[in-house]
């Protein structure tokens, strides 16, 4: 099954970081690295079945999404103000 490839979940990772440059906001970058930690476990020679792929691939994804919010997010104490409302004319 072409699930069970390492290299297509690699190249889906790369997809992925590609369509993270044109789109930032980290929100692809996750799935990438998701993507990317698959390819590898395959071809190290782990084969669980595709919903355990699955698993795996959501937990990563999630795991390092939210470590690069933490890191590249609004810091602690900081906050997003505007000088001007659409609504003031």
Excluded: C, H, Y
Excluded at 47 to 56: D, T
């Amino acid at each position: 099954m072409l699930w069970s490839v390492w290299w297509v979940w690699v190249a889906g990772a790369i997809a992925l970081g590609i369509l993270e440059m044109l789109a930032p906001g980290f929100i692809f970058l996750g799935f990438a690295v998701g993507a990317g930690v698959v390819g590898l476990l395959l071809l190290l020679g782990l084969s669980p079945s595709l919903p355990w792929l699955l698993v795996v691939f959501a937990v990563i994804s999630i795991a390092a999404w939210i470590g690069m919010r933490r890191v590249f997010g609004v810091r602690q104490g900081q906050a997003k103000t505007w000088d001007t409302d659409i609504n003031e004319m």
